[in-house]
Every structure is written in structure tokens, then in C-alpha cells.
């Protein structure tokens, strides 16, 4: 996690949390003059968009006392939703046995970019079973990990 997404993360935890909402991490984009700064929010209800539009107010309103992006910028709010982002080892360990996506910031063994079954969490490296092989992901390598939502064929 970059310095300026650490900041972001200490300006924003804080009001998500006080609204009664998991705060379950954030993307920041730099793009030229004008980035983007993605806030998940959760909560065991679910969310809805007025939930987003809440949050989305108290941020901005933090966002604007505090200036710590110097560029124009546009601010989401979202649920993680059904292919949810994972951000911290915590995270993948509660979705051990679901099917995700990883891209790593440096190749491992030849590839940036994997797909299979989460194994877990083992000290600070993610387990990932592809096939028949087992490979053992450094966390602090991986820039994205998403999940793959499965949609099972429902009878009826």
C-alpha cells in the first residue's frame, strides 16, 4: 500500500466505521489531473446506494478540511460486491475455497497473473491451488486479488 493510500485509509476508516459500516478498503488512482479514489463500504445487512450516498457525503466533507489529494478527483463509494476486491490477509483467509483472481506488481515464477482456488493464508503468503499445484503467493507481491463469483445453476 502505497504512503498517499495509507493517509487516504487514516482520513477515511474513521468516518465509514462511525457511520455503522465495515470499512473494507480503498483504490487510489492517480490519473493526471484527475484521479480516482474508490471507497468500499460493507455491512452485514448489505448496502444500498443511499448507504453509498451517506458515507460519500461525510467523506467529501472530510476530504475537503483535510486536501490530501492536490489534484481534481472523482470519489466513489460502493459495495464490494459479488467479485469484491480482497485487500488485507484477513480478508483471504475468510474467502479460503472460493475461486479468485491474483495480479502480481512483479512476475513469480514467469506470470504476473493467476486464477484458482484460495487455499488460505500461511504467515504473510496466500495460498493458491491451480490444478494439481500448490503455489505459495508473497501478499506484499500482490498489486489486485479479486474474487470470481460463482453462479450456480439453480433448479426450477
Known amino acids: 500500500m502505497s504512503v498517499k ?12 466505521e462511525g ?29 444500498d446506494v443511499e448507504d453509498c450516498a451517506t458515507v460519500s457525503r461525510q467523506i467529501s466533507s472530510v476530504l ?35 475461486e479468485i483472481e491474483i495480479r502480481l506488481s512483479r512476475p513469480f515464477e514467469g506470470r504476473k497473473k493467476f486464477k484458482g482456488l484460495l487455499n488460505g493464508v500461511e504467515d504473510s503468503d496466500v495460498l493458491l491451488v491451480i490444478g494439481d499445484e500448490e503455489y505459495v503467493l508473497p501478499f506484499e507481491q500482490i498489486e489486485k486479488a479479486r474474487i470470481i463469483p460463482r453462479f450456480d445453476q439453480i433448479d426450477g
Do not use: C
Not at 19 to 33: A, D, K, R, S
Open 5 to 16: 493510500q495509507q493517509v487516504l485509509e487514516q482520513l477515511t476508516r474513521p468516518v465509514v
Open 64 to 98: 475537503d478540511v483535510e486536501d490530501p489529494i492536490q489534484s481534481n478527483y472523482t470519489l466513489e463509494v460502493s459495495s464490494p460486491g459479488m467479485d469484491r476486491v480482497l485487500f488485507t490477509l484477513e480478508q483471504f483467509a475468510v474467502y479460503k475455497g472460493h
Open 19 to 47: 457511520l455503522g459500516f465495515i470499512f473494507w478498503g480503498l483504490e487510489y488512482i492517480p490519473q493526471g489531473n484527475r484521479s480516482l479514489l474508490r471507497i468500499y463500504i460493507d455491512h452485514e445487512e448489505g448496502i
